[in-house]
């Protein structure tokens, strides 16, 4: 969360790193509550009560749902290569773009972990990004993303990664939540969110909201304004831009705690992972994010490659609209890097242990006053 220090250990040992993460999280349903089935009792000297075990539940209405947006996100993938007009992709790309920038640079960045501030017209254009991408409000998202980071890879973990990539990338959204989501979701500080007047008017209108931003005007566009064919508009700007846009955010879920280095700390799933950088518009160098997730950047980097979202604030930083952006100073992340890394980090510079002989033989040096 924002604020934490980077000696703060959740569950690790001294030399381990904080348990704290990021993501995109659900859409659809959820409310669902989990049930729970009671083992049978066992006789015990002090008639203890018998615990309660967790049994995964298919929620088949979401496996339904879920099932036929892939299905139709084939189909709209299908028509946009052999029908569809290519001004109609180019809108379905641009509203991927939108959607994902909602979810990135607000719902996560700004809203979930408080790594910058934006003035309220930056903040309502990520509201009306937000709701086009539909991952659920960003008082829920926020909500359970911050769960996710405080019990990172525990039951309490609504996308935990110790369950296979499956469950971590979709299947939790298919079964009812496990109990110590729900109850460890009742722990969190929600009150910043509680007392911001934009996320209470979209939490209100969410359901009159998402269906017109994220359904009814991506698909009459491309038919009122270029004569493309409904078919050819639900399916590509609809149903293959949302579904690609979900699915794309669920990899920061499953693929990033599952595969990459973890220069930063070894101790824990997440990874830097360029795929899903590119993909998720920076949101891939999860190693960095869950070591320091106060970071506006997401990521130790210089420039914007593989990192679109940075590259979005950055903007409107420079217009004014984002401002109080933190970042982590690199003297915290060497340190880091070198107490609990797995050693995949580049080097520093001139002279760090890792640079070779060979390469600082080879260097020029300019203006050179040592001999």
Request: charged share 20%.
């Amino acid at each position: 969360m924002a604020g934490v220090e980077e000696s703060r250990l959740i569950g690790a040992t001294p030399d381990m790193a904080p348990n704290i993460t990021s993501s995109p999280t659900g859409v659809l349903f959820e409310d669902d509550i989990v049930e729970t089935v009671a083992v049978p009792s066992i006789e015990s000297k002090n008639d203890a009560k018998p615990p309660e075990k967790y049994r995964r539940q298919i929620v088949w209405r979401n496996v339904i749902l879920f099932a036929y947006l892939h299905l139709a996100a084939v189909y709209g993938a299908y028509l946009m290569l052999t029908s569809a007009k290519i001004i109609t992709s180019i809108w379905a790309i641009l509203l991927y773009q939108a959607g994902g920038l909602g979810i990135t640079a607000g719902a996560h960045r700004l809203w979930a972990h408080r790594a910058y501030k934006a003035k309220w017209p930056l903040r309502l254009i990520l509201m009306l990004f937000n709701t086009l991408a539909f991952q659920n409000h960003v008082h829920e998202w926020a909500r359970d993303h911050r769960v996710h980071h405080k019990f990172s890879e525990t039951d309490a973990d609504p996308h935990d990664a110790r369950r296979g990539f499956f469950f971590s990338h979709v299947g939790w959204l298919l079964v009812r939540k496990h109990p110590d989501v729900k109850e460890k979701g009742k722990g969190i500080d929600m009150s910043d969110l509680d007392t911001d007047p934009l996320l209470m008017f979209q939490k209100k209108y969410y359901l009159i909201m998402m269906p017109i931003l994220c359904f009814l005007i991506p698909t009459m566009v491309p038919v009122y304004l270029w004569g493309e064919s409904w078919t050819n508009a639900w399916f590509v700007v609809a149903m293959f831009r949302y579904t690609f846009t979900l699915n794309m955010t669920w990899l920061v879920n499953s693929a990033a705690h599952m595969w990459g280095s973890q220069p930063y700390d070894k101790y824990i799933n997440p990874a830097e992972n360029l795929s899903v950088a590119v993909l998720a518009l920076g949101e891939g160098w999860h190693n960095y994010h869950h070591v320091f997730p106060w970071d506006y950047k997401t990521a130790e980097l210089g420039n914007y490659r593989a990192n679109l979202t940075t590259a979005f604030i950055d903007f409107f930083s420079r217009i004014g609209w984002a401002y109080d952006l933190k970042t982590v100073p690199m003297s915290m992340v060497k340190r880091r890097v070198e107490r609990t890394g797995d050693g995949s980090h580049e080097v520093w510079g001139w002279g760090d242990k890792d640079m070779s002989q060979d390469d600082m033989d080879q260097a020029q040096v300019i203006n050179n006053k040592s001999k």
